[in-house]
Every structure is written in C-alpha cells, then in structure tokens.
Nanobody, 117 residues
Framework: VQLVESGGGLAQAGGSLRLSCAVSGIDVSTYHLAWFRQAPGKLRESVATITPGGSTNYIYSVKGRFTISRDNAKNTVYLQMNSLKPEDTAPYYC????????????WGQGTQVTVSS
C-alpha cells in the first residue's frame, strides 16, 4: 500500500487548506480512512476518520472546522481545513485499515501544514 499526501503549505490564521491523500495498492472502498498529525514534541494523533459507509469522527479541537471526505472512485481521501489556527501546525499523514484491524504501520511522507498568527 502506498500513501501519498499533498496539499499542505503556509496559511494565515483563519485561512483554509485542502489536503489530499492518494492511496494505491488497494481498493479503499471497504477501508476506514483517517488523517493524523504530529506536532513537534507531541505524539501522533488521529484528527479525523471516515468509515467505509461515510460516517465521520473528529477530535474535539477540529470539530466544526475540518471535514474529512472520501472519493472511492479516485482512491483518495481529503481533509478540508477551515478557520485554521496556529496550533494546527504539524505534518499531516493519512492512513487506512480494514474493519477491526489496526492502522498500517508504514506511513507516507506526510504534508506540512504551517499556520501563522
């Protein structure tokens, strides 16, 4: 499985970015998909997840600001990030897993999001 994240960059506080993750090697339609981030000095955390059926879940700090979505035809997962805050600064990574299994142990290169105040 290959995960290729893109779309990061520099944004001002209050701005928006849209991240994309192209997945190859599997058909993602039956997989759970997720976005993670790892701020400097902190553990990697799951920011948003989406089930094969389209149900979503978010950490409290991004609820109402971030939206995860999936396009199974393109084997891609997205993260729309609005109302960005400096504390959102981190590299962002995507991951996939079948039902009732852990997330993949191998990660892509990630995409850096930097939010200036």
């Amino acid at each position: 499985v290959q995960l290729v994240e893109s779309g990061g960059g520099l944004a001002q506080a209050g701005g928006s970015l849209r991240l994309s993750c192209a997945v190859s090697g599997i058909d993602v339609s039956t997989y759970h998909l997720a976005w993670f981030r790892q701020a400097p000095g902190k553990l990697r955390e799951s920011v948003a997840t989406i089930t094969p059926g389209g149900s979503t879940n978010y950490i409290y700090s991004v609820k109402g600001r971030f939206t995860i979505s999936r396009d199974n035809a393109k084997n891609t997962v997205y993260l729309q990030m609005n109302s960005l805050k400096p504390e959102d600064t981190a590299p962002y990574y995507c991951n996939v897993r079948p039902d009732a299994t852990p997330w993949l142990p191998d990660w892509g290169q990630g995409t850096q999001v930097t939010v200036s105040s």
